[in-house]
Structures are given as structure tokens and as C-alpha cells.
């Protein structure tokens, strides 16, 4: 039998509710439907309102008087607890297998009990699932991600707080998943990389002679703002994203122009270099933003290839997150984000609270100088090439970043020309490169 915790910070009445006046700085989130919840500053508590709680916390918790089966209909299951974190940036992500509303309570320390500061977070009308558990942490902002039944019909989220100057809660679609953002102030400067490295570059093969690699000249360090890139190609594993008529996948020719790019701002501007995939792997959308913020990226650049209903559409085109101006721009978020029009709608009406701490204007520059230069680049070469321009739209894979990022469509793969190039190992380079010198032009403007 499953029993409500003590330690999940709940305040129970003797009938099993939630004592709601003893809550203090209380915020909830009406509907857990792709919502945003504003940034909140955490606030030392009044010495009144922690006598209050000690009282309180002694209550005996109630036992619910059923077993909860995994098989209960009409409610959500909460089906995994994940967490990405360094020392000043903390992401948990709950996924749930159908759209659920949820509240969420903040609770300052109570010093006489040792009891440390927690948000808590209720799910409505879910279940757990088996072999879901606690998370210990202890990265300096969290100590533990506990999850439990805390009733019958709910399941409860409680993070013990540390040190913590704010936090963001949102929602992602399909599949749903409750993201919690926890920041604190940054402890120290990235000058060097990390040893630890989620998902480490695949060395290329050489495509020269070992003699000559040894007379190359190392390139100079970068002495700027810019220090450590994110490179992510989309898609990946099962979801194989835009397809060609001819067999071509998005997360294969992606991943190669990834692979390239990574080498050349290593080999030519000597940064440091992170790729959320080497390999062709899934990883979910709000992984890929949590890796650049865990690894402190000073840039974060998402590649991918486009798509649209009419085969005779072609181009490139660059994005940076914000509102979707036109309804072509929207359906494109939609794609790369694995939703519906609707829930894009959805998330532009929050989205300015998503964006507290995004590089709105070095976004915008970023993606004006790649544009410029990947157009540059690849018009060069090959004939008909279309320049685009740089839009804007609501991408869940740019949402939450802390640094500068943009998301490049680097030609259309339902566009059987553009879905050859896509696919030539030239067309690639050519790809990489230009991406490579719109890196540079704006390293160059930011000194």
C-alpha cells in the first residue's frame, strides 16, 4: 500500500486535503495544458510563518486506503523523472502519458526541524508508475527530486532546495512532459572543457596523410565571449524527422553535416565543441537545450532540413526563437517540435514568459550572420539556390536556452534537387562551412 510521505512537505488535514491557508509565497498553474508559469524569486521566510509549519509538519499523514494498480483507467501515468544539472542550472522533466492539470506550492525551510526549502509540484488525477523513483541530486541548487502518491488520485513532485535564485515551470505536448527550470547564480567561468561530456565527438576518419597532419600549425584560441559551441543535429533513432522522395532521412544527412561542423570550429576557430548526438540516437527536445545549459554553452545551433507540402519549394532559412509571424513559420515549429498547430498556438501565448532569459537580440544577430554566410557559402557552388532569410518562431528545442541560439533549415528534403545535395557529402561541407563562417562573422562583431 501506498502512503502519503511526510517528508514530501505536504501539510495534511485529518481528512487527507491539503491545508491551503498555511501555504506561504503559494502560486498555482490552473492547467497543466502547455502553460508557462512566470519566474519566481525565492524569498527568506517570516519567522512567524516557520512556527506555524513546525506545528503543522507533525501531523500524521493519512494512508490511502487502496492500492494504486498501473492499469487504472481515466487517469494519467506518470511514467519517468529525469534531471540534467551544473552547479548554476538545474532541468527536471516529468513525463506523463496523457495531459494532466497540475498545481504547484513553494515552502520556505523550517530551520527547527532541519527541514530544507521545497517546491512541490500536485498532478492531477495520475498515477505513478512502477520502477519510478527518487532522484538524489546535490548539485548545489537541488538536493533530491522525490516523487510519490500522495493521494489516491495524485501524484506529487516535491524538489528539496538548496541555493536557488529562481525557477520556471512550463509544459511540452506530445508526449506531455512538466519541465521545471531551477537557476542560481553561475560559480565559476567556463575557460576550458569539461571532463564530463554527455555525448563526446565521434573522431572523422582522416582525409589526409598522417605526415601532413604533423606539419599543420594548431589553430589560435579564441580570445573572446565565445568559447563553447553546442552543435545538435535533429531528430535521430526512431524519429527519423523530414524524408525524401528518393529514401533520404533528416536525422542522417543532419548528423553528418553536424560531424563536420563540429570539426571545423574546432580545427578552425578552436573552440570547444559539444554535440547533443554523435550517433544516431533519439533524444527528446527538452534534452538537447538541457545539455547546453549543463555544459554552460556560449552558443547553441540546431541543424535540420526542411519539409513542405509543395515539392517544388526550396531553400535556407534560419530561425531564432520568438513568436511565429506567419502561418508557414508556425507549421514548420510544429514539425520540428513533433506537435499540432494548436498546440504551437498554445505555446505562443506563454512564450514571452519562456523567454526571461533568452538572448532575444544575439539570437537575432547570430542567426542574420549564419544566414548571410551559409547562403553566401552554398549559392557559391551549386545554382538556384534560394536565400530565405532569418524568421522567428516557437521552437520547444530552442525553449529555455540561456545563451544565444538559432535553428538552421538548410535546404528542403521534399524537394527532390535540394534532397540530392542534401545527401552529397559536398553539399554538406559546403553546408558546414558556411555555418562555420556566420560563427565567426558574429564571434568577430561580439570582441
Given at each position: 500500500?501506498?502512503?502519503?510521505?511526510?517528508?514530501?512537505?505536504?501539510?495534511?488535514?485529518?481528512?487527507?486535503?491539503?491545508?491551503?491557508?498555511?501555504?506561504?509565497?503559494?502560486?498555482?498553474?490552473?492547467?497543466?495544458?502547455?502553460?508557462?508559469?512566470?519566474?519566481?524569486?525565492?524569498?527568506?521566510?517570516?519567522?512567524?510563518?516557520?512556527?506555524?509549519?513546525?506545528?503543522?509538519?507533525?501531523?500524521?499523514?493519512?494512508?490511502?486506503?487502496?492500492?494504486?494498480?498501473?492499469?487504472?483507467?481515466?487517469?494519467?501515468?506518470?511514467?519517468?523523472?529525469?534531471?540534467?544539472?551544473?552547479?548554476?542550472?538545474?532541468?527536471?522533466?516529468?513525463?506523463?502519458?496523457?495531459?494532466?492539470?497540475?498545481?504547484?506550492?513553494?515552502?520556505?525551510?523550517?530551520?527547527?526541524?532541519?527541514?530544507?526549502?521545497?517546491?512541490?509540484?500536485?498532478?492531477?488525477?495520475?498515477?505513478?508508475?512502477?520502477?519510478?523513483?527518487?532522484?538524489?541530486?546535490?548539485?548545489?541548487?537541488?538536493?533530491?527530486?522525490?516523487?510519490?502518491?500522495?493521494?489516491?488520485?495524485?501524484?506529487?513532485?516535491?524538489?528539496?532546495?538548496?541555493?536557488?535564485?529562481?525557477?520556471?515551470?512550463?509544459?511540452?505536448?506530445?508526449?506531455?512532459?512538466?519541465?521545471?527550470?531551477?537557476?542560481?547564480?553561475?560559480?565559476?567561468?567556463?575557460?576550458?572543457?569539461?571532463?564530463?561530456?554527455?555525448?563526446?565527438?565521434v573522431p572523422l576518419a582522416?582525409?589526409?596523410?598522417?605526415?601532413?597532419?604533423?606539419?599543420?600549425?594548431?589553430?589560435?584560441?579564441?580570445?573572446?565571449?565565445?568559447?563553447?559551441?553546442?552543435?545538435?543535429?535533429?531528430?535521430?533513432g526512431h524519429d527519423p524527422?523530414?524524408?525524401?522522395?528518393?529514401?533520404?532521412?533528416?536525422?542522417?544527412?543532419?548528423?553528418?553535416?553536424?560531424?563536420?561542423?563540429?570539426?571545423?570550429?574546432?580545427?578552425?576557430?578552436?573552440?570547444?565543441?559539444?554535440?547533443?548526438?554523435?550517433?544516431?540516437?533519439?533524444?527528446?527536445?527538452?534534452?538537447?537545450?538541457?545539455?547546453?545549459?549543463?555544459?554552460?554553452?556560449?552558443?547553441?545551433?540546431?541543424?535540420?532540413?526542411?519539409?513542405?507540402?509543395?515539392?517544388?519549394?526550396?531553400?535556407?532559412?534560419?530561425?531564432?526563437?520568438?513568436?511565429?509571424?506567419?502561418?508557414?513559420?508556425?507549421?514548420?515549429?510544429a514539425k520540428e517540435n513533433?506537435?499540432?498547430?494548436?498546440?504551437?498556438?498554445?505555446?505562443?501565448?506563454?512564450?514571452?514568459?519562456?523567454?526571461?532569459?533568452?538572448?532575444?537580440?544575439?539570437?537575432?544577430?547570430?542567426?542574420?550572420?549564419?544566414?548571410?554566410?551559409?547562403?553566401?557559402?552554398?549559392?557559391?557552388?551549386?545554382?538556384?539556390?534560394?536565400?530565405?532569410?532569418?524568421?522567428?518562431?516557437?521552437?520547444?528545442?530552442?525553449?529555455?536556452?540561456?545563451?544565444?541560439?538559432?535553428?538552421?533549415?538548410?535546404?528542403?528534403?521534399?524537394?527532390?534537387?535540394?534532397?540530392?545535395?542534401?545527401?552529397?557529402?559536398?553539399?554538406?561541407?559546403?553546408?558546414?562551412?558556411?555555418?562555420?563562417?556566420?560563427?565567426?562573422?558574429?564571434?568577430?562583431?561580439?570582441?
Open positions: 500500500m501506498l502512503i502519503a510521505h511526510p517528508a514530501f512537505g505536504a501539510r495534511t488535514s485529518p481528512d487527507g486535503d491539503t491545508n491551503k491557508k498555511q501555504h506561504v509565497a503559494k502560486k498555482k498553474n490552473k492547467t497543466g495544458t502547455a502553460k508557462s508559469v512566470k519566474t519566481a524569486k525565492v524569498k527568506s521566510p517570516k519567522k512567524s510563518a516557520v512556527k506555524k509549519q513546525v506545528v503543522v509538519e507533525k501531523r500524521k499523514p493519512v494512508s490511502l486506503s487502496t492500492p494504486i494498480e498501473p492499469s487504472v483507467g481515466g487517469r494519467g501515468v506518470v511514467s519517468d523523472m529525469r534531471y540534467w544539472s551544473n552547479p548554476d542550472y538545474t532541468r527536471i522533466a516529468v513525463s506523463v502519458d496523457r495531459e494532466v492539470q497540475f498545481e504547484y506550492h513553494q515552502l520556505p525551510a523550517i530551520r527547527e526541524a532541519s527541514v530544507p526549502p521545497r517546491l512541490y509540484i500536485d498532478l492531477k488525477g495520475t498515477h505513478v508508475a512502477p520502477g519510478v523513483k527518487d532522484i538524489p541530486i546535490g548539485d548545489g541548487l537541488l538536493k533530491m527530486a522525490r516523487i510519490g502518491q500522495y493521494r489516491a488520485d495524485t501524484v506529487r513532485v516535491v524538489l528539496d532546495m538548496e541555493s536557488i535564485k529562481d525557477f520556471k515551470i512550463f509544459t511540452f505536448s506530445d508526449p506531455f512532459r512538466i519541465i521545471i527550470d531551477v537557476k542560481g547564480d553561475r560559480r565559476e567561468e567556463l575557460t576550458k572543457p569539461r571532463e564530463t561530456i554527455l555525448t563526446p565527438l582522416p582525409t589526409v596523410k598522417p605526415e601532413s597532419v604533423e606539419q599543420k600549425k594548431p589553430p589560435k584560441p579564441v580570445i573572446g565571449k565565445v568559447r563553447r559551441i553546442v552543435v545538435d543535429p535533429g531528430h535521430g524527422g523530414a524524408s525524401g522522395a528518393n529514401g533520404g532521412k533528416e536525422k542522417d544527412v543532419v548528423l553528418q553535416i553536424g560531424l563536420k561542423l563540429a570539426k571545423l570550429l574546432r580545427d578552425e576557430l578552436g573552440l570547444d565543441v559539444v554535440m547533443t548526438r554523435s550517433t544516431d540516437v533519439f533524444l527528446e527536445l527538452q534534452e538537447r537545450t538541457a545539455i547546453a545549459n549543463k555544459v554552460g554553452a556560449d552558443l547553441f545551433v540546431s541543424i535540420h532540413a526542411n519539409a513542405a507540402l509543395n515539392r517544388n519549394v526550396s531553400g535556407i532559412e534560419t530561425y531564432y526563437l520568438n513568436l511565429a509571424k506567419t502561418e508557414k513559420a508556425a507549421q514548420l515549429a513533433g506537435t499540432s498547430l494548436e498546440k504551437v498556438s498554445l505555446l505562443q501565448a506563454v512564450l514571452f514568459d519562456l523567454m526571461a532569459n533568452y538572448k532575444l537580440n544575439d539570437s537575432a544577430h547570430l542567426a542574420d550572420e549564419v544566414q548571410k554566410a551559409l547562403y553566401h557559402k552554398v549559392s557559391g557552388g551549386y545554382a538556384g539556390v534560394k536565400n530565405l532569410g532569418v524568421k522567428q518562431g516557437p521552437f520547444y528545442v530552442l525553449v529555455g536556452a540561456t545563451m544565444p541560439s538559432i535553428l538552421v533549415e538548410t535546404a528542403f528534403l521534399s524537394n527532390e534537387k535540394e534532397e540530392v545535395r542534401l545527401r552529397d557529402a559536398q553539399y554538406q561541407d559546403a553546408t558546414a562551412a558556411g555555418i562555420m563562417g556566420g560563427i565567426r562573422a558574429y564571434m568577430s562583431s561580439m570582441k
